[in-house]
């Protein structure tokens, strides 16, 4: 995965490139595990996630939810509570994740053990994409160097402060990323999201208390334990502080992925690391924050990418998907493409996604093809919101907003698909939609 | 007992697992990987053995991408399909794979050499379009680079 | 106690009660699917939604619980809309068969298309397109009129304990269906036949062989409470009667029986033929030179009792044995083994569920 290097002040990426992922020696001589003892031998957990909470950090997964918050109502007297790391990275466009856990794992695993020393879990599991096999054995290999240096196992630092770690893969569900969907799988179930509350905190792996963190989310702890939540809160803006991996993707001359204080335009990361579109093109939208965010119009590009300006303005950071399309990509194929993804990847158990994702795509494979009608467009609108208020878990919720977005952007693109130029039929997007086609007719109905 | 057949293989693997929390998905990730997929004697023997009724390991089996249930090929094509990929271009680079192999998406060669299949996000957007064979991920292609690197298997 | 408001209505709930068992306990209805209170929760269906002051999304309301100062709304125009679109998803991805569906009358998702005014759906497009499973005595599977409830599941699963079903595949092709899809038959199913799923499945998905396609549901004129005779649990059922024919058998849900949810099995479901068989005894016979003749209740009586005070008088209460039956109730054999040694003095008696 390219890796774009810039002057910034690095947290989660801090060692990426400087050592060699596989050897502990490498992150212990950069300071590494020095935050784990701190937080072992001189302070107590309360205090932790005191540190956390004041320093701002929201989780970096896509819905931005205060993480010393999230560990603060992690339920208190239990025999037994867990950490868990989602590293399900299923998000299209996100490249992030995979970064930290190959060029820096054991900052994820001291994280994690901070965390649950916070919250009082004395077990943790990654929960790592089917996929990504480079990242699995990567951290394998560094928790079993974390255990052989006393990093993991019993009696951390002298103390009476036991933690193990595991890493459980995923079987290609992106549905998985949805943390409730992520707890049914690692108990071995379908990757069906649970009905809220009981939220993971109260109830979460096997019954039991449970704190779900992204892999960024995580990472940013052992630097806010040394560096203090001052120092942290310091970088970025007022509401989104630290640092952000974004990823520059799509029709830019450079692509590749990078850390950034929040605060940044869209157009100023796209223009300074991205080099711009190529010469001759223009820029149609882009796709921000993974396939479940917005679409952003051209209009719309210096805003200042935090959680709070973005929010502003009706879109999401999400994960920090840059994706940018120029003008020489067919509109209506784009969003046939992602509005396929969400009906391939919707768990099927509550009605408004399941069906809801088929129909949306239905709808907009039938425009693109040159046969939809201005009532369509309204159909949509009515789905979409349906969904957005209706549906189980986040997948279901955040399934129709391309299309709401973009139907709020573009409206002129698909008044013209669907304004009787049945003649002109979209060739990418019949393209498209035969490819579709026979990846539904390859699903296997019958056991062999 | 003998560890010629492929069920005892299947049997070995379930013992190593045994009374581990939540082992099913490790176990099916471990057998597909000893067979090439998930055929039903396999299935079966998981569910005797971790003690998980029948119906909820097939459940759990056919709900995930990656596991199969039947016999697909020696290698995996995956052709990434997610957005990025979309915008950089990967029907071309599928188009080469469907020419190169002669085969449609959900299907093998004849010598069950390739098996096509498409796969969301890989996770490598920055160098899109990709694409996977078996573990290992493949980026940056072109039709050209996509029959060179078939070639090389 | 909970002080919350209800469509406006101010209304007091236990604690600890989600919206739809508060609604329910102040005489208000919320529709569902996937809900059953002998069932764990799914809050799958997402057509018992309501809207709840302050929150951003609807709340489903079989398990949103209720709390203090809570302003509900159970149908409000957007509750109302998300449930009218939700039907019209179902809709359009259903074989639409009514006119000669079994379930037809009893049937949620007709009934609550009908109440919400949805007479066709704006999503129409592809459906389901599933074999139908028939290789069997008893039921039909054809999933291609299935909401996803998973009722069948659960119930197999928490009722009967058989773990028969789960979900397959993923998505859009999401259903229920056995380990390998096999039929119920087949050696690979665990499947007694109880029925359980068929009495819990709200659509036409799961529905009876037993006389299928001879009456409708409408037409059953009377429901007749009785207790199962085939075996001592004592299992609470309603006949189903037109023209003084049995046409099915229902449990009593009254909560007053053994079978408190109404699970029944296979035997007091569907086993019922023999009641409306021409060649059924409904009355006693007597054999007389090798010959049986019709007789009343009180001359087999009677002849029963001189025959067997004539042996005990002659060879002691212990010349004779007393064995009861698993069809009747606890009551009857508890009366049997009275007579056998209050009356004529023996222990000799014994069961045939022993044997």
Known sequence: MNYIETDGVKIVLRNFGKIDPLKVEEYVARGGYESLKKALTAMTPEAVIEEVKASGLRGRGGAGFPTGLKWSFTKKDADQKYIVCNADEGEPGTAKDRLIMTGDPHGLIEGMAIAGYAIGATKGFIYCRGEYTTSINTLNHAINQARENGFLGENLFGTDFTFNLEVRSGAGAYVCGEETALIESIEGHRGMPRFKPPFPGGAGLWGKPTVVNNVETLANVPVILDKGADWYKSIGTEKSAGTKIFILCGNLRNTGALELPFGMTVREVMETYGGGLLTGRDLQMVHLGGAASGIMPPALIDTPLTYEDLQAVGQGLGSGVILAIDDQKDFMSYICSNTHFFEHESCGKCTPCREGTARINEILHRIAAGDGTLEDLDNLKDLGEMMQISALCGLGQAAPTPVLTSLEHFMDKYVEAVSGKKNEVNEEAVATEAIHKSYYEAAPIKLD | MGCCQPIDKVTAIVEQYKGEKGALIPVLHAVQKELGYLPKDALET???????????????????????????????????????????????????????????????????????????????????????????????????????????? | MINLTIDGKQVQAESGMTILQAAKANGIEIPTFCYDPALSKAGACRICVVEVEGARLLAAACVAPIYEGMVVHTNSEKVQKSRRINLELLWANHNQDCLTCEKAGECKLQELCYKYGVTESRFEGKKRNLPIFDDNPFYIRDYN???????????????????????????????????????LMAKESPCVFCGNCVAVCPTGALTSKINRGTFRTWEVEKKVKTTCTYCGCGCGLELNVIGNKVVRVTPDLSGTTPNEHGALCTKGRFGFDFINREDRLTNPLIKENGKFRKASWEEALDLIASKLKGIADVNGGNSLMFLSSARTTNEENYLMQKLSRAVFKTNNVDHCARL
Not at chain 2, 65 to 74: C, G, I, V
Not at chain 2, 114 to 127: D, P
Not at chain 3, 147 to 155: E, Q, S, V
């Open chain 2, 46 to 153: 998981i569910a005797a053995g971790l003690n998980i009724p029948a119906s909820e390991v097939y459940g759990t089996t056919t709900f995930y991408t990656l596991f199969s249930t039947k016999e697909k090929a020696e290698n995996i094509i995956r052709v990434c399909e997610s957005g990025p990929c979309h915008v950089s271009g990967y029907q071309k680079v599928l188009e080469a794979i469907k020419e190169e192999l002669n085969i449609e998406v959900g299907e093998a060669t004849e010598d069950k050499k390739f098996y096509l299949e498409m796969t969301a996000c890989l996770g490598v957007c920055a160098e899109a379009p990709a694409i996977m064979i078996n573990d290992k991920t493949y980026v940056n292609l072109t039709p050209e680079k996509v029959k060179a690197l078939l070639a090389s298997f």
């Open chain 3, 145 to 183: 009129k299935c909401i996803n409830c998973g009722k069948c599941i659960r119930a197999c699963q928490e009722i009967q304990i058989n773990e028969t079903y789960d979900f397959v595949d993923r998505g859009f092709n999401t259903h229920p269906d056995t380990a390998y899809r096999v039929d």
